[in-house]
T-cell receptor, first 113, second 112 residues
Framework: NAGVTQTPKFQVLKTGQSMTLQCAQDMNHEYMSWYRQDPGMGLRLIHYSVGAGITDQGEVPNGYNVSRSTTEDFPLRLLSAAPSQTSVYFC????????????FGPGTRLLVL | SQQGEEDPQALSIQEGENATMNCSYKTSINNLQWYRQNSGRGLVHLILIRSNEREKHSGRLRVTLDTSKKSSSLLITASRAADTASYFCATVNTGTASKLTFGTGTRLQVTL
């Protein structure tokens, strides 16, 4: 099992550009989520999904879109990048609607100039 | 807003000593989880303790939960340099199933 994979590992964007952060898991988990981590802070939930076709907003959803067309994939789209979105982004997956252990990907470092 | 607050924010100890980190939270929980993050890496799950449990052990790790005080502690015994990392508590709150809310973390430095 590869677990949770994320691509790219690092990305530089200019303000206003759009991009998609990819996340995939091979554990057949129904629950997937996206977090961002800023320096000196814990993780903040952006969006999450309890199954294919179902998504919901987390704590900091503005500026981000998600979709869940398959169980395995949960891409995060930045619509129009802003410097405030410079952060490290983590994807995670879990069974039992997110109540149980979450498995994290290695992260994507995003720099918006 | 972040649910958990870890205390202390940073902790420096020598190898072989015990390290204790505390987590306080604000609302009733379904469970509380502890994670470790090595610098620049993803988070790794350590222990999950449910609201009806008071203590759990895993190897050198011991977690306690006091729901009346809305607090939890993580004890690492006989620490090693490899334990150097940031440690986060995270809660699944009652009524908000499917959301894991993280604290701000404790940075642990274990020196030789």
């Amino acid at each position: 099992n590869a677990g949770v994979t994320q691509t790219p590992k690092f990305q530089v964007l200019k303000t206003g550009q759009s991009m998609t952060l990819q996340c995939a898991q091979d554990m057949n988990h129904e629950y997937m989520s996206w977090y961002r981590q800023d320096p000196g802070m814990g993780l903040r939930l952006i969006h999450y999904s309890v199954g294919a076709g179902i998504t919901d907003q987390g704590e900091v959803p503005n500026g981000y879109n998600v979709s869940r067309s398959t169980t395995e994939d949960f891409p995060l789209r930045l619509l129009s990048a802003a410097p405030s979105q410079t952060s490290v982004y983590f994807c995670a997956s879990s069974g039992l609607a997110g109540r149980e252990t979450q498995y994290f990907g290695p992260g994507t470092r995003l720099l918006v100039l | 807003s972040q649910q958990g607050e870890e205390d202390p924010q940073a902790l420096s100890i020598q190898e072989g000593e015990n390290a204790t980190m505390n987590c306080s939270y604000k609302t009733s929980i379904n469970n509380l989880q502890w994670y470790r993050q090595n610098s620049g890496r993803g988070l790794v799950h350590l222990i999950l303790i449910r609201s009806n449990e008071r203590e759990k052990h895993s190897g050198r790790l011991r977690v306690t939960l006091d729901t009346s005080k809305k607090s939890s502690s993580l004890l690492i015994t006989a620490s090693r340099a490899a334990d150097t990392a940031s440690y986060f508590c995270a809660t699944v709150n009652t009524g908000t199933a499917s959301k894991l809310t993280f604290g701000t973390g404790t940075r642990l430095q274990v020196t030789l």
